[in-house]
């Protein structure tokens, strides 16, 4: 169960507004998170991680506090250890596709396993500039995927895929949420588009 | 024509270049991290060689280093180091005077990176010293190979800071810049003319290098 209640002003160009959720997710749940662009949804993501703080509220993880602005307690995202797929995939233009996946973890199973899960056998070589938009997105995914997270947030996680390609792989992301005993929170900005996965949902309003 | 002040100045140029590299590189990630008012003011202080004449900027290090002030004079006392007139005080000088070589294009370079590359290799449990090493150094390699050439090519032209410190003292501190001076000031065309062709074709050299590599390796990570 994580528990979130947290509070934090956002400045966009409609003038400043302010993101306030409170809400429990239970363990192995996979929430839709939706609203209206500029709402704050990935914002939101980021403070579960760590990468943002909030101005006010806490949130507990499986009995762990994360964070306790009162308290002045803050879990870096290292110790947090949620994975995180980005909007913008934020791959690191080094890298090549295998070596993404073997900085995130060691275990070279693991790696083919999600090579495979991806369809990304053939492209382990490739580094992201070589790679299409739907095959970076993967690989985001992967590699967030690579660190065996507890929580695992995704913004906008299939956006770049074709439908054949999305079924496949979100088919294949179940089979390992419900191994890992995952909890998944996943932003979207089109209400329907994560219906067939998700069993919970939040809407976060502007 | 007496080739130990080109040997000094290629010297001088090396080891201001690698010290600046071992400086620079941290100090530019932490300046590019957030502007807080400290950071303003010693960007300003590393940036005011590219501004301030020479001159000015040599006379206060010869007053700093001066063994009768400040840091000269405790460094004379509780070391024994002398600055002025002296291979390591020119070394300090040029490390001060270049400084604006190093860190200005790491810093950009760091800047351009997306903050996301950052988020995402702490979300994978990976420390800022590992995140440095393995994600962002890697992304502005090209830039920190710009700033070492500009930041070497710069020390060897440099005059004005070389001569207020070192003076000239053949084999210590008479570097090729003072060696043309002093040349001409003896009528001597010749070595001055020899001297100088050699400072040129190795610039030149330099700068022609860092065009051509950046033509085809330094553009954005992203690109």
Known sequence: ?206 | MDLTPIWLTLKLAGITTLVLLIVGLPLAYWLSRGRSIIKIILEAIITMPLVLPPSVLGFYLLMAFSPQHGIGGWLQKALNVQLVFSFPGLVLASVIYSMPFMIGPIKSALQQLPVSLVQASYTLGKSQRETFMKVLLPNIRASVLTAAILTFAHTIGEFGVVLMIGGNIPGVTRVASIAVYDSVENMDYRSANAYSLTLFCITFVMVVSVFIFNKYKAKSPLE
């Open chain 1, 1 to 206: 169960m994580i528990k979130v209640d947290i509070e934090k002003k956002l400045r966009g160009y409609g003038g400043q507004q302010v993101l306030k959720i409170a809400h429990d997710f239970p363990a192995g749940s996979i929430t839709k998170i939706y609203g209206p662009s500029g709402a704050g949804k990935t914002t939101f993501l980021k403070i579960i991680a760590g990468l943002t703080e909030p101005d006010k509220g806490k949130i507990v993880f499986a009995g762990n506090t994360w964070l306790d602005v009162d308290a002045g307690i803050s879990l870096s995202p290292q110790i947090r250890r949620a994975g995180f797929a980005f909007q913008n995939y934020a791959l690191f233009p080094n890298m090549t596709l295998r070596q993404h996946l073997e900085y995130a973890t060691n275990d070279s199973q693991w790696i083919e396993r999600l090579l495979k899960i991806g369809q990304l056998e053939t492209l382990t070589t490739h580094k992201p500039d070589y790679l299409s938009g739907g095959q970076q997105q993967r690989l985001a995914i992967l590699r967030a995927l690579a660190i065996k997270p507890k929580l695992l947030l995704m913004d906008e996680p299939f956006s770049a895929l074709d439908p054949e390609m999305r079924s496949e792989l979100i088919a294949n992301l179940q089979t390992i949420w419900k191994e890992f005993d995952m909890t998944v929170m996943a932003v979207s900005h089109d209400q329907r588009e994560l219906d067939e996965i998700a069993d919970a949902e939040l809407f976060i309003r502007s």
